[in-house]
């Protein structure tokens, strides 16, 4: 699972720190993402990784440098940052009797010019999504006539009708079952594959994440407790540490180890 | 194969715009033709030129203030994220009443100075600002809170208007102070009065459609509108503020007339969906026909009485409008409840 990593990062981020009040929660954080680079934001509860994501959007005023595509996060303006990178939140909102379509036109909001007005473009990128994720059978349905896991695709394809060059996901398992998470992994594989997308993935699953992930960044407490491949970042006395629950490793030929709890231990 | 459903495979372009804009416009006009035609007297038929002349005055500024309040409610609607807001239940309509019944006070020096709309605006932004002060909870708003702390204002706002009327001993007689109580429309209204309602109605209405595509946006939650793009607190102040100077300028002409703001955006919905850059001219055109045909109602319901007072629309709105608003209240209680059992 090798990457070219370009010389310009589309995400830098150095010394990022933020507090909640007098609460520091993000401690000098230091994240970078590369364009067909999926990299996996891996935690404990309280680890901080969605007000990560959050900050490293400028949802959250952070102090440190947040770089996107070599411009600071505070010289971007929100229309054309939307352009440059998607996000899906971990409980997306969305309207029950809205219809998967217009759901997936709000992905050109970005694109929009003044009064809601759309280009031929933006209804040919919409379809052209469509057709890519095989969402054809949807698009006239309401958004609470389709599973959780078929909603969870629907945002996936929102954001990727942004026509993003980055992607940030938070939990996006969260509502899936074993068969979903597979096939969203390994559509995360393919487009960072096939279009260079580099995804950042906030995820509670250590397995799944070493399966489909380049880089692991370990949060403990707001901060980088590590940051590399899985093989080097899954090390079972490292996270017994920072999970507080004893691990144990189990190595497989030519694939990446699993980590499995010791729930019997300590 | 599936394709995007038939009505969405158009992009929304700047003619699709223009020939909804005039569609909605169209069928506002066949309601206001026919509404020209029922009369006070209990007849139904196309008027005599000086009858007519003092219809067309009704059916107009029964348009007027009907489209926008019905245009703010879907601005109310959309930015608060609240399928229950209208200008009525938040309290702008009975602050734009109190602060335009107290412009014609002599006492009020300050506020003639700045205008009979400006001064009604002030107050509708004052109550608005109330409303959300009281029910937001670290930036949240509560519906239901936000709705109680409304029929408060409310509540407060009409009694003091009553409290004022009483001190000048000014009779609170239907068609008088009254009908600016709970809405009506008035014949008595000075032509610059209209006009500048008028205007800062267009104005309003304009900038209104020119952010629904935001709007719509805004609809989701507020890390997802900022991740596609939207700058959701400029917009926010944008949209609110816009909504209740429109309120405030139609209120200025009519009093609080209830229930139009928040029924219109529905039965829009009920047409075109959620999608707000069709959403607002529908409500509008929906709001201007029922307001006029309510205006018509009223009139043919005083055929009979000695006086031949017309019943101010207010007291049929809210006749009609409150049943409404209680089942949207039931249902809304009911999908809330459905949402969170789910997840």
């Not at chain 1, 998470?181 to 950042?200: C, F, T």
């Not at chain 2, 929304?12 to 029922?38: F, K, N, P």
């Not at chain 2, 109602?297 to 629309?313: E, N, Q």
Request: some cysteine; aromatic content about 6%; glycine content about 10%.
């Amino acid at each position: 699972m090798t990457t070219t990593i370009t010389a310009t990062p589309l995400l830098h981020a150095t010394n990022v720190s933020f507090a909640y009040g007098d609460k520091p929660v993000l401690r000098e954080v230091r994240v970078a993402l590369a364009p067909g680079e999926v990299v996996a934001l891996i935690g404990p509860n309280g680890s901080c990784k969605s007000t990560l994501i959050k900050t490293l959007l400028g949802h959250l005023p952070a102090t440190g440098d947040v770089t996107w595509d070599g411009k600071s996060i505070r010289a971007w303006r929100r229309r054309d940052l939307a352009r440059l990178v998607a996000y899906l939140p971990q409980s997306p909102t969305f309207d029950p009797q809205q219809r998967v379509a217009d759901v997936l036109r709000m992905g050109r909001a970005p694109y929009w010019g003044p009064f809601g007005l759309e280009s031929t473009r933006d209804v040919e990128v919409v379809q052209r999504v469509i057709d890519e994720l095989h969402l054809n059978e949807w698009t006239t349905r309401r958004m609470d006539e389709i599973s959780g896991g078929q909603r969870q695709l629907v945002y996936v394809a929102r954001a990727l009708i942004q026509e993003p060059r980055a992607l940030l996901l938070d939990e996006p398992n969260t509502y899936l079952d074993l068969r979903h998470q597979v096939e969203l992994g390994r559509l995360m594989r393919r487009l960072a594959r096939e279009r260079s997308l580099g995804l950042l993935v906030a995820s509670h699953d250590l397995n799944l994440a070493a399966a489909f992930a380049d880089r692991l960044v370990l949060l403990q407490d707001g901060a980088v407790a590590a940051d590399g491949p899985p093989d080097e970042v899954l090390d079972p006395e490292l996270l017994t540490r920072v999970y507080g629950v004893r691990m144990e490793r189990l190595t497989r030929e030519g694939k990446p180890p699993l980590l499995v709890p010791d729930a019997q231990g300590r | 194969m599936n394709r995007l459903a038939a009505s969405s495979v158009e992009p929304w372009s700047g003619e699709r715009l223009v020939l909804t804009v005039a569609a909605c416009a169209a069928g506002w006009a066949i309601v206001a033709l026919a509404c020209l035609a029922v009369g006070s007297t209990g007849e139904i038929g196309w008027p005599s030129r000086d009858i007519l002349h003092i219809r067309r005055e009704y059916v107009l500024l029964a348009s007027l203030v009907g489209a926008a309040l019905a245009c703010a409610g879907v601005a109310y609607q959309a930015i608060l994220r609240n399928p229950l807001a209208d200008p009525y239940l938040l309290g702008a309509s009975s602050g734009a009443m109190l602060a335009t019944y107290l412009w014609q006070f002599p006492a009020m020096l300050g506020a003639i100075a700045l205008g009979e709309q400006l001064f009604s605006f002030v107050g509708a932004l004052a109550a608005v600002g109330v409303v959300f002060a009281i029910a937001s909870r670290g930036g949240r708003l509560e519906p239901i809170t936000l709705l109680l702390v409304g029929v408060i204002v409310n509540a407060v706002n009409g009694s003091v208007f009553l409290l004022i009327n009483a001190l000048v001993k000014d009779p609170a007689t239907p068609g008088g102070p009254l009908m600016f109580l709970v809405g009506g429309l008035q014949t008595n209204l000075r032509p610059a009065q209209i006009y500048s309602a008028a205007a800062i109605i267009a104005g309003g209405w304009m900038v209104l459609l020119y952010i629904t595509g935001q709007l719509n946006v805004a609809t989701l939650g507020e890390g997802e509108a900022t991740a596609l793009g939207v700058r959701i607190h400029p917009l926010r102040w944008v949209a609110l503020i816009t909504a209740t100077l429109v309120t405030a300028s139609a209120v200025a002409v009519s009093g609080p007339i209830g229930f139009i703001g928040l029924v219109c955006p529905h039965l829009g919905r009920l047409i075109v969906g959620n999608d707000q850059r069709k959403l607002l001219p529908l409500a509008t055109a929906l709001g201007a026909s029922l307001l006029c045909i309510a205006d018509a109602a009223s009139r043919w319901l005083a055929r009979d009485t000695a006086a031949g007072t017309a019943l101010p629309v207010g007291v049929l709105t809210g006749l009609l409008g409150g049943p409404f608003f209680l089942l949207l209240l039931w249902r809304n209680a009911r999908s809330l409840a459905t949402t969170e059992g789910g997840r």
